[in-house]
């Protein structure tokens, strides 16, 4: 498989998202569901498991989402695209959110897989200010991955 994720500038500045990701002989795809800051041993629907605070709704996010890619045969590395869901509020705009933590996804692929931090090589993303289905989320995730 060949994946080539083109960077994004706007005049000499790196964006922390790319232009797009192409992918050649890929086995499939993975299409994950929107995943959130929520324990998975509690019952969401009932009110219980949700992180307190973006950074570690963020963080658990992220780590599901690493944990489930593996499940299904992929991996961090493979992620050919993001899509990030942020609960406002939005006075300067989603970017400026208090919930809107590149900070915590650049440290966890610094953890993780260095080229996506975003001053290197990120993927492409969608960046949406929305609402989430519960008051108290502050961000939801959902990711395309190649299969090797």
Known sequence: MQKKTYKLYHGENLMPW?????????????FLSGTEGHDPNQHFQKGGGIAEGA????KLALQKIKDRLEEMGSSLENICHIFIF?????????????????????????KYYPPFCSDNNPPSSTLLGVALADPR????????????
């Not at 790319?18 to 993975?30: D, L, N, R, Y």
């Not at 950074?55 to 963020?58: G, I, L, M, S």
């Not at 406002?88 to 966890?108: E, I, K, M, T």
């Open 18 to 30: 790319a232009k797009g990701t192409a992918v050649k002989g890929a086995k499939g795809f993975i």
């Open 55 to 58: 950074e570690a709704q963020w």
């Open 86 to 110: 942020v609960a406002g509020p939005f006075p300067n705009g989603v970017v400026n959110s208090p919930n809107y933590r590149l900070d915590v996804l650049d440290d966890f692929f610094r």
């Open 137 to 148: 989320m502050c961000v939801e995730l959902q990711v395309i991955a190649s299969i090797p």
